[in-house]
């Protein structure tokens, strides 16, 4: 079995690369690629995801055949797919950080800023707070409901099919931190950087 | 509901904790691994590393220690000290460093944040505020507070919101070292200036301190070294203090 992180030179992804390795343990491959062949052959694929959705769908595009080799990964091999931050926020048809972008579409929706209430909430929304679990998902298992996970950023995720969504957090409104669809599993907060109860929730990724 | 947060700050010099705990029974006293993994497992919200070593030739040391630091840490990392270019930054980002804190290079140059925002994200780039009062302002100060630029801090915050930061670690340059409180008007009048979070730092002598930062100064989180470093408090105890306030903590 081999785990696949999908390095498409946007942001940050030592920490996701790490926390990975150290739930692995040497027992199973974790691989940091951009090579459309090497996700192609990947038993389950991670998508990070930081800076703007924007700037992640740009980077994304950049790398020829690495769209379409994760449409295929995910809607037609249906093998499972964790995204992280904005790599779950890509999930949506459309963003509106800096500008218009329309996004991988696999669950329908969009990414909008979340509402300060005029400036009674700060932005990012930067720290921990507790997931509401509002569906058994797989890689809940395990994990109790208002665990606390570490969050930074500014957008949020509005899917339509409110049936995939897995948990919500409260900031400003109660908004999505956690899908579920088939095969597609996305956070917005970090489970890298959400230390034992994060890990475990990637240890329930691995495993799945 | 978001928590406030504990934020232990440990100073590094050429590779080694040089400010930190001192009263556990530690292998090595120095290692910068052992003493942030030793506060994560204990509850800190977060692990703050300042690079304090003053000669270029070993400066490389910090990477060192950010690499093996992120491997073993699973919450979130900020290194701030010396950081001067956007490709500073990005080495300390792909050695694992979760966010990088900026302060002189800020000043000099406000550009460093605006192209550092827009390349990594604002999620990642903290502006470090060194400010000392001199009447009823507030001056920002450089190069580990030995440089007074004479530039206004309320107006410096806003114009780093403006390019870019995600967050501010203000200190007080005049409450620094004294342990007899954060600057509660500095904090609050900055962190009602801006819509990013605040991080106060300068002056943590006891608990009450951390609550009045937070309730008061209006910080999202609260920095401190020595009283833990020392042993005066634990992050455990701080944090059950902070919940008997009334402030919601990560427990």
């Known amino acids: ?208 | 509901m978001l928590k406030n947060r504990i934020i232990p700050c440990l100073d590094v010099k050429n590779g080694r904790v040089v400010k930190g705990i001192n009263f556990v029974d530690l292998k090595d006293a120095g290692d910068p691994v052992e003493q942030a993994k030793i506060y994560s497992d204990g509850g800190a919200d977060e692990i703050c590393f300042l690079d304090i070593t003053a000669s270029n030739e070993n400066r490389d040391t910090i990477y060192e220690v950010v690499e093996n630091t992120s491997k073993k840490c699973f919450v979130p990392l900020t290194v701030g000290g010396g950081v001067r270019s956007v490709d500073d930054i990005n080495k300390l980002l792909n050695c694992g460093a979760d966010k990088v804190s900026i302060n002189t290079a800020a000043v000099e140059n406000s550009k460093v944040v605006v192209d550092s925002s827009k390349k990594f994200g604002s999620q990642c780039i903290v502006v470090a505020i060194d400010a000392k009062k001199k009447g009823d302002k507030w001056e920002v100060f450089t190069h580990g507070g030995r440089n007074n630029s004479g530039i206004d801090a309320l107006e410096y915050a806003k114009k780093m919101e403006d390019s870019g930061a995600g967050e501010l670690l203000v200190t007080s340059m005049d409450r620094d070292g004294t342990q007899v409180g954060y600057d509660i008007e500095l904090m609050s009048r900055i962190s009602s200036k801006v819509n990013i979070p605040l991080i106060a730092s300068g002056g943590v002598g006891n608990l009450d301190h951390l609550v009045e930062g937070i309730k008061s100064g209006k910080a999202s989180a609260v920095l401190a070294a020595s009283i833990f470093h020392y042993g005066k408090y634990s992050v455990k105890e701080a944090k059950q203090y902070l919940e008997s306030k009334g402030i919601p903590v990560r427990t």
């Open chain 1, 1 to 208: 079995m081999n785990v696949t992180i999908v390095d498409y030179k946007s942001g940050n992804i030592s920490s996701v690369i790490n926390s990975f390795k150290e739930v692995a343990d040497n027992k199973i491959i974790i691989e940091v690629t951009s090579d459309v062949g090497k996700i192609k052959s990947a038993d389950k694929v991670v998508l990070p995801g930081q800076g703007s959705f924007k700037s992640c769908v740009d980077a994304l595009q950049s790398i020829n055949g690495l769209v379409d080799c994760l449409n295929d990964f995910v809607m037609n091999k249906k093998k499972p797919l964790l995204g992280i931050c904005v790599g779950l926020q890509m999930f949506a048809d459309v963003g509106y950080e800096e500008s218009e972008t329309k996004g991988l579409g696999w669950i329908s929706g969009k990414v909008t800023k979340i509402d300060n209430q005029n400036g009674k909430y700060k932005l990012p929304h930067i720290g921990w707070n507790q997931i509401n679990i509002v569906k058994g998902s797989k890689i809940f298992k395990d994990i109790k409901d208002k665990s606390h996970m570490y969050f930074v950023h500014s957008y949020e995720f509005v899917p339509t099919d409110k049936n995939s969504i897995s948990a919500t957090t409260d900031y400003s409104s109660k908004h999505v931190c956690a899908v579920e669809k088939e095969n597609i599993f996305g956070t917005q907060f970090h489970p890298e950087k959400s230390d034992k109860t994060g890990l475990k929730i990637i240890d329930n990724f691995i495993n799945l």
